[in-house]
């Protein structure tokens, strides 16, 4: 499924209470450590490339470029699942990524 933000915006305006909880769960997981805001947010990327979430993959290369990382950090962090997830899943990790990539930059 391609990352879509209205997915996101219907599910909080269908559980407001819920989708406030996650993100006050999400904030407290990201001020509970040393890692800064850009280690985060390739974690996660990285994270997403493993379980092959084409949906999870493209958001956070959205929430990466809106957060500064340029296409060149994204790019290499993809590149790390070769040796841990095999070529085929950091393969089309990257497709999805250069997909955001190419319409954003």
């Known amino acids: 499924m391609k990352y ?10 269908r559980y407001p209470e819920i989708a406030r909880d996650f993100e006050q769960l999400a904030q407290r997981c990201h001020q509970s450590g040393p890692l800064d ?3 985060r947010r390739l974690v ?3 994270i ?11 958001s956070h290369v959205i929430q990466a470029l809106d957060e500064g990382l340029t296409p060149e ?3 290499h962090a993809v590149l790390q699942a070769i040796t841990t ?3 085929p ?4 990790a990257m497709v999805w ?3 955001i990539i190419t319409a954003r930059v």
């Open 4 to 13: 879509s933000p209205e997915y996101y915006a219907a599910f909080e305006k």
């Open 37 to 39: 805001e850009k280690c």
């Open 44 to 46: 996660k990327l990285g």
């Open 48 to 58: 997403a490339i493993g379980i092959g979430s084409q949906g999870d993959i493209q």
């Open 73 to 75: 950090e994204i790019r």
């Open 85 to 87: 997830a095999g070529f």
């Open 89 to 92: 899943r950091m393969i089309v």
């Open 97 to 99: 990524a250069d997909e």
